[in-house]
């Protein structure tokens, strides 16, 4: 797919990671890295781990060879309430594509986008000078925190959003322009864009082209396979429906949130509260999953299963 849409970016995480690990295609990269968990050695869990880590690594670099631009890595969820734990992986990650000659330019680590994951990534750029993406972005708080920690990359999510909405709501389909997750987008665009925060608003998560089409002129999007597939048969113009100078006349007020004033603030957003819950859930889960594929690999021949 990335050779055929030549994207600039691209992203990967736990569940795209899982689903890959078990094509043919690529299990030169799982024994990869299941040599290399082996070779370090430790505990069976530091094996299973580092062969994780380093699975996530040799998946970024072969996309790396396909793009010009920068490869997203997830930092592993279970980490998500852990400042200290997700500031060491990231800094894992990193040596890990360094050791395969890829430099932290091309890289931009993911992070839940938690009060913990956001101070992570406030250190991680300021102090290592590594870039991050924040993702799992569902309520404007979040928007607001990320700005303020200088994050390199935000990816607020569209379609989970819309999700919600439809299965908590008596409105089961929306126009694009009132759909509530093309609502928030915008709105943490026109923020970012009349404060001058030099944070990249990446709109993520989309259900249908209409979505995509309504956040055009956002800095970013990063989109399935499948949508650009639906969208390279249109051929319509498209008119940015977001402009900095647009952005630079709404009427948002310029707010601050400390770490009590961040969890009050998004606590108010029950969308927000639950589709980030459930998106660490499942990215953890997937983690798992991944990680049990890994021990099976390892371990199970030596047992003499």
């Given amino acids: 797919a990335i050779d055929e849409y030549k994207p600039l970016d691209a992203t990967t995480n736990p ?7 078990q094509m043919p295609a690529y ?5 990869d890295a299941v040599a290399y968990g082996k070779k370090l050695g430790g505990s069976e869990e530091e094996q299973i781990k580092n062969a994780s880590d380093k699975l996530f690594v040799l998946f970024g670099a072969e996309i790396l060879k396909r793009i010009p631009g920068r490869v997203s ?4 969820a279970r980490l998500s309430f852990d400042k200290e734990g997700m500031i060491q992986r990231a ?9 395969v000659g890829v430099g932290k330019d091309r890289i931009l680590i993911k992070l839940s986008s938690t009060w913990e994951g956001i101070q992570a990534g406030r250190v991680l750029e300021a102090e290592y000078g590594i870039h991050c993406n924040m993702t799992l972005l569902f309520s404007f708080a ?12 935000i990816s607020p999510f569209v379609g989970r959003i819309l999700d919600w909405y439809v299965a908590n709501g008596d409105k089961k389909t929306y ?3 009132e759909d509530p997750g ?7 665009y026109n923020y970012y864009k009349k404060f001058g925060y030099k944070t990249i608003v990446m709109g993520a998560s989309f259900r249908n082209t209409g979505q995509i089409k309504a956040l055009t002129g956002c800095d970013y999007l990063t989109i399935s396979p499948k949508l650009l597939a639906e969208l390279s048969k249109e051929h319509v113009k498209l008119t940015p429906t977001l402009s900095v100078k647009e952005a630079q006349a709404c009427d948002l007020e310029k707010i601050h949130l400390d770490e009590k004033a961040f969890r009050w603030h998004h606590n108010e957003d029950q969308m927000a509260v639950e589709k980030l819950s459930d998106g660490i859930r499942r990215f ?13 690999r390892m371990f199970s021949t030596e047992n003499g299963k």
Wanted: aromatic residues 2%; negative net charge; glycine residues 2%.
């Fill in 182 to 188: 093309v609502k928030s987008v915008t709105k943490i």
């Fill in 91 to 99: 800094r894992r990650l990193i040596d890990l594509y360094k050791e």
């Fill in 15 to 21: 569940s795209l990671i899982l689903a890959a690990a």
């Fill in 142 to 153: 979040q928007a607001v925190a990320c700005a303020e920690a200088g994050v390199t990359l």
């Fill in 27 to 31: 299990q030169k990269l799982v024994d």
């Fill in 73 to 76: 890595t997830e930092v592993d």
């Fill in 175 to 177: 126009e694009p322009l």
């Fill in 284 to 296: 953890a889960a997937d983690a798992v999953k991944l990680e049990r594929m890994l021990k099976e």
